[in-house]
């Protein structure tokens, strides 16, 4: 019997182990797959050409991936067209666009599958390896496959290498909004990225129901699905949109998002390169692509919509599992009769005692207390340890993997203490406290967050667990292991994903969700007596993961610290500051910024270009002003016509710049377009903090306000014009960063800023 429980616990942790394991395939690098099968080794050939520089929109990067992304296509036989044009897309970031597209015809033309990623990186230090080379290369080596072998798909594929992407979605915003073939498309796969490793994520676009798109996923058969209605129930919930979303926003037209979110410190940065890619994420990529463009390619695209939904978490073995909505309110209700029955079988066969029963659930409430709490404030305290984290925006840090363990541990640490002291209640009587708490969680998201419904699945092993429990005094550990596995094996992933995908201020669900499934391990810890060894042991290695967290705390060449450095002239008043958004500067730019790390006392941090995360400048000193050239500004028009104030505004740099952000004083505008595109009146009223737009721009082109006011307001423009080269001008003498920083993401940076106002 003590080897048997022996091995249980430690299948029970080789189960959770797999549960991470069998989510991705392995990279072979010695693969020689044939010449009609995706092979990742070609794939990262391409994420290699294309990430040998950055190349967002208006740098000189952007040109070179043009042409290659158009030479491999053509290569490919395909006939290749570029739509070219300008576009502001629904956040008023204007900025030119290049697309590059390609059609296979299908045999019955009228219908047509869309390919999609896009090959612009993030301004203006990102290599754009992962976010989006990688998508790029899988639809490349995809295509590729597809092709050698010669099938005479059903529907028309087509291809689109979208472009300006990160500036705000504005290729595909220009691709659907202009061009022919977006009636044509009726489903769209979009591979994207937010880190450079870990699984990746299945994640739904669609204004209806989801039932007919999971029930022809699960027909195309990926052999690696990774996907659950809950993350996308939070998608929903979050400002992160990529261009499928303007697909479904403004064409009606459903898709599926493939994005992995690992590593999340490398997205947007320096460090998104060809050499810290993930090659199993790569081939994760690779292994959706292929089932589902031979599945879709011939499927009836037109038969995807649906007023219903399906519930759907993907479990080992059986990959992706689905039920309808329909069944959430009958199995919650299936579960809560067990569990009434349960415990009046319990008391009738002197199972369950009152008593008893009643404190089984103080230890729940104390795991469930003490590890939340250490959970909320895990990131606080960190970041009060180790500042220079709040310079990591992304809020995960490099050893943020080393932080998951070690408070997984810790909680499951406090779990067996605590248990422990309880041990002299029966297993049967601590299962009652714990299993309610699951049929009330299952109960709360059941009416508020359904995707997150199938929660209630391992409840079943649970309740089976207590009716065990009830009717014997030793039962075998092999079926209490048994019952436990579907907990493990659907649960276990999300004490990782959360942190992961939204950063270690999530630590919290880390610590909750480790509580949780501990509870469904009570059946087979219930055998043993070594609660407290287990709980040491915990301790020790928690203790060790902590150590090894702290000694990588710090940053090095292999884990730069983020900086920022900006150099603002404001050319009203001829006078010059270096800036930074740092929380701890570095001896790089504490140089030009001093020792004095507070908030400046001017408005210049609350009255700057826009970033992300709404970052303002944190630390400001006085420099000595440069002979720049400042941008002209000519008021070409300013008439009244039919009661309105009609304005023609032209703004020219007179230096290479890459952006021009322009504010304006709190009041209505009517009516505004920049460069003849035309802001939206949704936009116009709910600009943030003033921004009237944002102009990416590329081969320096003028900036033309046009604009309709009251007579009676009085109108000021700010204008800030930004070139991404503080540390290549001739007029400055800034080193390079050291190896141990690199550009720090979100926010303008190694950049020279000129500021000018206009009232009118």
Not at 368 to 376: A, E, K, R, V
Request: proline share 5%.
């Amino acid at each position: 019997m003590r080897f048997s429980r022996t091995l249980c616990l430690l299948l029970a942790i080789f189960a959770a182990y797999y549960s991470f394991k069998a989510l991705m395939p392995k990279y072979d690098s010695k693969e020689t797959p044939e010449i009609g099968s995706f092979s990742t080794k070609r794939a990262l050939e391409h994420v290699k050409a294309l990430s040998l520089e950055p190349h967002a929109v208006g740098f000189k990067g952007h040109q070179r991936v043009i042409t290659y992304i158009t030479g491999e296509l053509k290569g490919l036989g395909l006939e290749v067209e570029l739509q070219d044009g300008y576009t502001a897309g629904d956040w008023g970031n204007l900025s030119r666009a290049v697309n590059i597209m390609a059609r296979i015809k299908g045999s019955q033309a009228g219908e047509a599958l869309l390919l999609l990623s896009h090959y612009d990186s993030n301004p203006h230090s990102s290599y754009g390896a992962s976010d989006a080379g990688s998508g790029v290369a899988t639809i490349l080596e995809g295509v590729r496959a597809f092709l050698a072998n010669n099938p005479k798909p059903k529907n028309d594929i087509i291809i689109l290498i979208s472009d300006a992407e990160e500036l705000g979605l504005n290729g595909a915003d220009l691709f659907v909004k202009e061009h022919p073939w977006t009636k044509d498309v009726k489903l769209v796969l979009n591979f994207e990225a937010r880190g450079s490793g870990g699984p990746s994520y299945m994640l739904i676009e669609t204004n209806r129901g989801n039932t007919r798109l999971i029930e022809e996923f699960t027909k195309a058969n990926p052999q690696y699905p990774v996907a659950n209605s809950l993350a996308y129930s939070i998608y929903k919930m979050l400002p992160n949109d990529t261009d499928l979303t303007v697909f479904r926003e403004d064409a009606d037209i459903e898709g599926f998002n493939f994005a992995f979110i690992d590593d999340h410190f490398d997205y947007h940065t320096a460090l998104d390169t060809y050499e810290r890619l993930d090659r199993n994420t790569l081939a994760h990529q690779g292994s959706y692509l292929m089932p589902l463009l031979n599945h879709f390619s011939n499927a009836d695209l037109g038969n995807l919509k649906s007023l219903n939904d399906h519930v759907y978490f993907n479990v080992p073995f059986f990959r992706l599992v689905s039920y309808p909505f329909e069944w959430i309110w009958p199995m919650f209700g299936l579960a809560v009769v067990s569990f009434i029955v349960l415990i009046l079988i319990g008391f009738k066969k002197k199972s369950l005692q009152t008593t008893q029963l009643f404190k089984g659930f103080i230890p729940v409430l104390l795991v469930l207390l003490i590890n939340g709490g250490i959970g909320y404030i895990a990131w606080p305290t960190l970041t009060k340890l180790y500042p220079a984290f709040g310079d990591m925006l992304h809020g995960f840090t490099y050893n943020g993997h080393s932080y998951i363990w070690a408070f997984s541990l810790l909680a499951l640490g406090i779990c067996f203490l605590i248990y422990n002291r309880f041990r002299s209640i029966s297993t049967a009587n601590l299962l009652v406290a714990p299993t309610l708490v699951w049929l009330l969680i299952s109960g709360l998201v059941a009416s508020k967050l359904q995707g997150a419904s199938f929660f209630v699945v391992p409840v079943f092993g649970l309740l089976v667990a207590l009716l065990v429990h009830v009717n014997q005094e030793k039962p075998s550990p092999y079926l209490l292991l048994f019952l436990a596995l579907p907990a493990l094996l659907i649960l276990t992933p999300f004490i990782k994903m959360f942190p992961v995908g939204l950063g270690l201020k999530l630590l919290i669900a880390t610590t909750v969700f480790v509580t949780l499934i501990y509870f469904f391990l009570i059946p087979l810890l219930g055998l043993t007596n070594h609660k407290m060894r287990f709980a040491v042991i915990t301790f020790l290695v928690c203790l060790m993961f902590s150590i090894g967290a702290h000694k990588n705390a710090s940053f090095s060449k292999e884990q730069p610290k983020p900086s920022s450095l900006l150099y603002v002239y404001d050319a009203d008043a001829n006078t010059a500051k270096w800036a930074s958004y740092d929380k701890v500067l570095i001896p790089w730019n504490r140089q030009f910024l001093g020792e004095n790390e507070s908030l400046p006392e001017d408005n210049l941090s609350n009255n700057t270009i826009s970033s992300k995360y709404n970052t303002g400048f944190r630390a400001v000193s006085k420099a000595e002003t440069k002979a720049l050239a400042e941008p002209e500004i000519e008021v070409v028009q300013d008439t009244i016509m039919d009661g309105l104030r009609h304005l023609n505004i032209c703004f020219t740099p007179k230096r290479n710049v890459n952006r021009l952000e322009v504010f304006t004083n709190d009041i209505d505008l009517i009516k505004a377009s920049v460069n003849k595109i035309v802001l939206s009146e949704h936009y116009l009223a709910n600009r943030r903090n003033g921004k009237l737009v944002t102009h990416y721009i590329t081969d320096n082109d003028y900036t033309e306000l046009q604009l309709l006011i009251t007579p009676n307001d009085s109108l000021e423009l700010t204008f800030f014009e930004a070139s991404n080269d503080l540390l290549e001008h001739a007029l400055f003498s800034v080193p390079d960063r050291p190896e141990n920083s690199i550009p720090m993401p979100f926010v303008l940076n190694d950049a020279i800023l000129i500021t000018k106002k206009l009232k009118l």
